[in-house]
């Protein structure tokens, strides 16, 4: 991550700590269960969510025990939507190594998300604070409808721009808000407080969404997943989205493809070209540096800080990364 050190440095110790719980709370005395989690752990990626709970918290003030909680629920909870996703998805691998579904069967998958869902339930209950509590609930509703709108668009081949946003608000943006509005609310932020970090976190959310819908245009990114593998789900994002719209030279063909759902790899390889050729990737990267920078506009109206600065690098990272 660029600037890995400045980012992490105004909540080091916290951060440290968080890994610890992090990995402390997922563990069993059930040998599948804890193969499982072993492979969980290898699988893990930086841990920005939590970072966001961290930093937002300190922003405002201070780190708490709920801080902590949270951070660690909030990253539980995400793993688990990832495992469930990727026996959905039937996706075999995760940022470079097999998913858990390619070594198990779909069955373990299943409950091994169902056991970290829960596990991250037990560390809400811990803060004892119901807002929070209410959060979350209402995150794993947002989450799952998230899913279940992507995969209507993809079967009923809805070429909507809006639609496309109302699925990653809820598949993303909600979850990286919830984020940094449970970070100020644990720090004991003021109501006006925790709504602009709530708000930067939605913005945040965007973005970060748009540039992994980007990666999958590109077989030189190293993300761990095929080329194409979303349009190969029926999952028609932003950049082939925009190009459809302009209706240029073979729009009616690429159409036909995606209604028709024949998608061979000589298919999606068009459909990629079509959506370069046609400004797909520079419209996406547009979007994804306007929602960077609205993020950035809310984030500027809080005091100025270690933990704020911290903030606005993560904000590039999320639009600079290369997987």
Known sequence: M????????PVAAEFKRFNDEF?????????RLQSAIKQIMNATGKHVRPLLVLLAAKVCGRVTEDTINSAVLLELLHTATLIHDDVIDETKQRRGVPSLNAIFDNRISVLVGDYVLSTALIRSIQ???LQIIGIVSNLGRDLSEGEIKQLETAEESILDEACYLQVIRKKTAMLLSACTEIGAISAGASPGFVEKCREFGEYLGYSFQIRDDIFDYFKETNIGKPTGNDIREGKITLPLLYA???GGEGAEHCLRIIRGKDFSTENIDLLIDFAKS????EYAEKRMQEYHDKA???LYTLPESPAREALSLLADYIVERQK
Request: charged share 30%; glycine share 10%; proline share 0%.
């Open 127 to 129: 803060t004892g604070n």
């Open 296 to 298: 950035l506009e809310v």
């Open 278 to 281: 046609n400004g797909g990737i």
């Open 244 to 246: 459809l719209k302009q």
């Open 2 to 9: 660029k600037d890995r050190s400045k980012i992490e440095e």
């Open 23 to 31: 990995v402390a709370s997922l563990q069993s005395e059930t040998n």
